[in-house]
T-cell receptor, first 110, second 113 residues
């Protein structure tokens, strides 16, 4: 059973606008969350993380928000750029093993 | 460091043949993971090792799949016999542990015809 879910398989956004990617999880023991970005024919690469002791982490244009009560996290990209077009995976962990969502394919339209 | 190295990048094989995928993790990383990416299930964990010892292989789909890690710098994922439904991209990842994230290899795209 999927412990980490990304219910939107795809998302299209105009360049310059905000992209919001969502992720839900079921295991309340998860205490560390990551977002990975994946370009075609490449492996996923780490983008940004957040610990359960925080509700927000920001890195340049990328911000991750965590709502523990709702078991929900989101990734905001502002402003979106065409180079951000990729598949984004969220992942959650309660130890050394991370559980991944199914990914959201983001297309930023120039 | 060259990162996690996987080979081959692409593999096309006929149904029933044996397939071996290879992975070299980052030096010093104690954890190695094998994932399979499919449209339906996303990144699906097959098996992971800690210090060369298999810890959890519950994700291995069936007995046709096997994985080994004979030493800290090399792991293999073998499918014997291969079937068309095994066609997917297989990723290897390594981690230093302690909750740190993974570094993924570039993947092996397997096509079984």
């Amino acid at each position: 059973d999927q412990q980490v879910k990304q219910n939107s398989p795809s998302l299209s956004v105009q360049e310059g606008r905000i992209s919001i990617l969502n992720c839900d999880y079921t295991n309340s023991m998860f205490d560390y969350f990551l977002w990975y970005k994946k370009y075609p024919a490449e492996g996923p690469t780490f983008l940004i993380s957040i610990s359960s002791i925080k509700d927000k982490n920001e890195d340049g244009r990328f911000t991750v928000f965590l709502n523990k009560s709702a078991k929900h996290l989101s990734l905001h990209i502002v402003p979106s750029q065409p180079g951000d077009s990729a598949v984004y995976f969220c992942a959650a962990s309660a130890g050394n093993q991370f559980y991944f969502g199914t990914g959201t394919s983001l297309t930023v339209i120039p | 460091d060259a990162g996690v190295i996987q080979s081959p990048r692409h593999e096309v094989t006929e149904m029933g043949q044996e397939v071996t995928l290879r992975c070299k993790p980052i030096s010093g990383h104690d954890y190695l993971f094998w994932y399979r990416q499919t449209m339906m299930r996303g990144l699906e964990l097959l098996i992971y090792f800690n210090n060369n010892v298999p810890i959890d292989d519950s994700g291995m789909p069936e007995d046709r799949f096997s994985a080994k890690m004979p030493n800290a710098s090399f792991s293999t994922l073998k499918i014997q016999p291969s079937e068309p439904r095994d066609s997917a991209v297989y990723f290897c990842a390594s981690s230093p542990g302690g909750g740190y994230g993974y570094t993924f290899g570039s993947g092996t795209r397997l096509t079984v015809v």
